[in-house]
Each structure stands twice: as structure tokens, then as C-alpha cells.
């Protein structure tokens, strides 16, 4: 059996979900593969993550119409305190501290769960006549020529496109069969991840602690909870997901702190561990990669997920714009423009997150000094600290539409 389709995409998490809505809403037949069987993803417990969806990213959401359907499970992010120091000694006290009310379009960004957002965009996915989801199969096979790109399932199904869009993660395989190579960086750091309850309300703000082991973001769910990313060693995070929760939360409460009073878990609790994975080209011939497939970041902004959905923006409107024009929407100049949009953003917030993680992930007394009065000296410049905000939000630079909240 064979299907033809307009747009081919290879994983369907958040970013491949999102791509496939914005070409439906263009009028492009789009076919979406994932491993995984839809159930285990539409599961609770499927992954632990909280997202911090920068204010673009969920206008993008607006867009796509997905947003009605998360809006009542998300968090505004009003305040983000950054600060220096380490485990038990609280905080230094020259900080970083970025309050929404100094942006006129509103809260930097939104809170919300792996779990709600991930419902939301399948459920949109069903909602949609020219959309074909395929789960529980892989891609086991793909060959393209001038005109088209064919792919061979594991049930020995043939799906034939005029382009293949890669959405399938750090390790692509559509990367890796299109012949694009990638660099990787294993940053010896495991995120552990968990949902915290906490006595004291903590008012929509989100704080990113540094410590010499990595950093520990903490941030702002509905109610009085909040989602921890705390990044340890290899090692250690071993180790310390081996503890029971008891003993878990004794090891988290001293880097934690208590400026929320008790805190106790409220749900599971998850590991990842952190690479960076750069694609040396987000395109190859009628194939392009968007999300973790073309660039995997260190955690340490937030940020991971507001690229992908920028690359999902530009790629969406590059293509779309191609079609109106009467191009072929898989000719290697037509995927050259989103190339080229995307290429700055994407090696300069790489190279920060990278550089970041460097600068404050190690004990080094005067390295600390510097990121000590480096963090009070922009927070004492509103004009840059008002820079650095928009940049959080995602409000600089030559943004698509679907990131300016309107139709492309």
C-alpha cells in the first residue's frame, strides 16, 4: 500500500504536531508518523516536563487554535529572578531580575505541562480532514529524487511526498539517512525533573538558581506548585533518582531553599540527560529539519522548545508562500530560505545556552565574581535588561507570522 501526500513528517511531538497544523491550515494534505503508539502519548505519565513557552511562541498556539484548550492549565511567567550561589548558602545577593510589567504586550511567557500540551495539539490533529497520523510505526527506509521523496515503513507501507520535514528528535534518523552529519557535546549533566508543592504561593515568578553542578530552574505551575529542572552530574543524578521521595526531597531541600516554605512532590519524578546536538545543515534535498532534529540546546533559558516552534514558523510560511507563488515547495531554494532565516537565531542562542552553562556551571571563585557583578550590572541597565526580556519572549528579530499571533 502507498500514500501520496503533499508534506511528509517524521515524529510527532510538539514541534511535528505543530508543523503539521500549520500546513493543514494552508490547505496542505500532510501525512505524520511516530513511533510511539498514541495512547502512550497521550498518557499522563509520559513525560514529566513543564514548558516555558516564551509569549511568541504562545501566540503561535493562538494561532493554530490550540491554545483554548491549554489556556486554563498554564501559568503567566510575570517575574524571572536569576541569582548565583550554592547549595545551602541561598543566593547571591547581586541578581538578575526581570518583571513582566516593564513589557507592554504582557507576561514574558506561559507555564504548561508536557502533558496538557501535548493533549491539546493531538486532539487538533484529529480535528483535522487532511491530516493522516500514522503511529506505532517507524521509518525504516528514504530515497528522493528531483520530484519527490518516498519513505518505507516498518509494516512495509511506502508514503510518497514533495517534501520530508525531520521532527524526530536529538538522534534523527531522517537527519542520518539524508546524509546530514551532527555534532554533539555530551555536557556530563542530568536534568532530573519534578513537580514540587509548596506552602507559600510563588506569585508567578520563575528563578533559575546556578550552582557549581549546574542550574536548578524552578518554575511557576497553576496553584502552589512549581516545576524544578535541576541539573546534576551524570553521577549524581544517578544516584540521587535512585532515593526514595523522602530521601529525594532531603537532597533537593538545601538547593531549593525555603523562601516557599514545605515542599513536598506533586507527581512523579523524571531524568534526561543534556547534550548539544547541532545538525551541520537544517536541509538536504526535499528534507528539512526543524525542532531537536536540527539543533538539541542545553535547558539552562527555557529556550528549547521556543526555537523549535520558530523553526516550525518559518518553515510553515517559507513553504506556504512557495505554493501560493506556484513553486516547487520541496526545491532545494525554496528550503534554502528557511535555512537562512532560521541559521543566526539558531547558532547564536545555542552558543549562549552553551556558553551560559559554562560560565556559571563550575566553582571557580573569580569566575563567580565576574558572573556576580555581571548579573547586578544589567540588572542596574533597564534599556538591556529590557533587551534580554524581549529576547525571552521572544519579540525580536524578523519573526514569522504564525509567531506574531496571525494567519500566514
Given at each position: 500500500m502507498s500514500i501520496d501526500t503533499d508534506i511528509l513528517i517524521v515524529g510527532g511531538g510538539l514541534n511535528g504536531a505543530s508543523m503539521a497544523l500549520a500546513f493543514s491550515q494552508a490547505g496542505l494534505t500532510t501525512t505524520l508518523i511516530d513511533a510511539l503508539p498514541v495512547q502512550t502519548r497521550k498518557s499522563d505519565t509520559f513525560d514529566g516536563r513543564g514548558y516555558a513557552l516564551a509569549l511568541a511562541s504562545q501566540r503561535m498556539l493562538s494561532a493554530l487554535g490550540v491554545w483554548p484548550e491549554v489556556a486554563d492549565h498554564s501559568q503567566p511567567i510575570l517575574d524571572v529572578k536569576v541569582t548565583d550561589g550554592r547549595a545551602g548558602e541561598g543566593p547571591s545577593p547581586l541578581m538578575l531580575h526581570f518583571d513582566h510589567a516593564e513589557l507592554e504586550e504582557g507576561p514574558m511567557g506561559y507555564m504548561v505541562e508536557d502533558r496538557f500540551l501535548r493533549v491539546a495539539l493531538?486532539?487538533?490533529?484529529?480535528?483535522?480532514?487532511n491530516i493522516t497520523s500514522i503511529s506505532g510505526e517507524t521509518v525504516i527506509a528514504q530515497e528522493t529524487n528531483n520530484t519527490r521523496v518516498r519513505v518505507t515503513l516498518s509494516?512495509?507501507?511506502?508514503?510518497?511526498?514533495?517534501?520530508l520535514v525531520g521532527s524526530d528528535g536529538k538522534k534523527s534518523g531522517t537527519a542520518e539517512r539524508a546524509g546530514i552529519s551532527r555534532n554533539v557535546k555530551d555536557y556530563g549533566q542530568t536534568a532530573l525533573v519534578a513537580a514540587v508543592a509548596h506552602e507559600k504561593p510563588h506569585n508567578g515568578c520563575a528563578h533559575q538558581f546556578f550552582m557549581p553542578a549546574g542550574p536548578l530552574a524552578i518554575l511557576p505551575l497553576p496553584g502552589n506548585v512549581s516545576s524544578i529542572v535541576w541539573s546534576e552530574t551524570h553521577e549524581n543524578a544517578a544516584r540521587i533518582s535512585s532515593l526514595s521521595d523522602d530521601a529525594f526531597l532531603e537532597e533537593l531541600r538545601p538547593r531549593f531553599g525555603s523562601f516557599l516554605g514545605e515542599i513536598s512532590l506533586a507527581g512523579g519524578r523524571f531524568s534526561y540527560p543534556l547534550v548539544l546536538s547541532m545538525a551541520q545543515a537544517k536541509i538536504a534535498q526535499r528534507t528539512a529539519l526543524v525542532g531537536d532534529a536540527a539543533q538539541g540546546i542545553h535547558p539552562i533559558a527555557g529556550q528549547g522548545l521556543n526555537l523549535g516552534l520558530r523553526d516550525v514558523g518559518a518553515l510553515a510560511q517559507v513553504v506556504v508562500e512557495a505554493k501560493r507563488r506556484g513553486e516547487d515547495i520541496g526545491a532545494i531554494d525554496v528550503l534554502e530560505r528557511y535555512q537562512q532565516w532560521r541559521r543566526f537565531d539558531t547558532n547564536a542562542l545555542a552558543g549562549a545556552t552553551d556558553g551560559f552553562?559554562?560560565?556559571?556551571?563550575n566553582d571557580n571563585p573569580a569566575l563567580r565574581a565576574v558572573r556576580d557583578i555581571g548579573l547586578g550590572i544589567v540588572n542596574a541597565l533597564p534599556p538591556v535588561r529590557r533587551r534580554f526580556m524581549r529576547e525571552a519572549a521572544g519579540l525580536t528579530g524578523e519573526l514569522p507570522k504564525l509567531l506574531q499571533g496571525r494567519q500566514i
Open positions: 493531538l486532539n487538533a490533529l484529529d480535528a483535522q480532514e509494516n512495509g507501507k511506502t508514503i510518497s511526498a514533495r517534501l552553562n559554562a560560565l556559571f556551571s
